[in-house]
């Protein structure tokens, strides 16, 4: 995938602007603290946010470990702009960089990292990019290191299918449908990622959102 190629966070709705409004309505407070609750950061961790937005998931565990070097990565410089000035000078810790979350090797160097995280990006990606990126998270991670993931998964009653019909509106049915299908952890093993397991289970007004963790062997 090229800078050019990406679906902006909002898909075709609206302005990246707003989208931490529209986030708010989606659980996000339960579900981001659920992953940083599983990324349990330490002081000397460096932890890449791969798809970062507008930063909240950042600022999060900067709040949560001020110590640990978080890097946030997005295609999306106009996205950045906005996560920098949430961060103002208050975070040293917190870096960010333009970059493809398919290409972190080439950002960051291979092992670089002691955990990777992302949230709501794999469902916007085709199947093809879905893989390539997991397949970069893992490539980043150190031995040990852990990758946890909070996105759309398998969603599994009718009211959750009919909630992520929004999602597939926005997005488009052919690259969300496989998450809806429960396709990441299938992926994240296919990665080699070892002991990969759906961790929580999120209901929100658009489908459940998914907590997968895994760690690099």
């Known amino acids: ?6 679906t902006p966070a909002l898909g075709r709705f609206a302005s990246t602007r707003f989208y931490d409004p529209v986030a708010s309505l989606m659980r996000e407070r339960l579900w981001r603290a659920l992953l940083a609750m599983h990324v349990a950061a330490r002081p000397d961790d460096v932890i890449v946010d791969v ?38 000078a208050d975070a040293p810790t917190l870096e960010w960089r333009v970059g493809m979350g398919d290409a972190l090797v080439e950002l960051l160097g291979a ?54 019909r929004v999602v597939q509106l926005a997005d488009g049915k052919e690259d969300t449908q496989p998450n809806a299908e429960g396709v990441l952890p299938h992926l994240m093993a296919e990665a080699g990622l070892h002991d990969v397991r759906e961790a929580d289970v999120v209901s929100t007004i658009t489908g459940t959102i998914s907590i997968y963790v895994a760690r690099r062997g």
Not at 1 to 6: P, S, W
Not at 65 to 83: H, T
């Open 1 to 6: 995938m090229t800078e050019r190629t990406f």
């Open 111 to 164: 092992g670089s990292a002691t955990a990777v995280v992302s949230s709501l990006v794999l469902h916007q990606c085709p199947i093809g990019m879905k893989r390539a990126i997991i397949a970069s998270m893992a490539a980043v991670l150190r031995p040990g290191g852990r990758l946890v993931i909070a996105d759309y998964g398998l969603q599994r009653t009718c009211l959750s299918r009919l909630g992520y």
């Open 51 to 88: 798809g970062c937005g507008t930063g909240s998931l950042a600022l999060l565990l900067n709040r949560a470990e001020p110590e640990a070097r978080i890097i946030g990565v997005d295609p999306d410089p106009e996205v950045l702009d906005l996560a920098r000035g949430k961060a103002g």
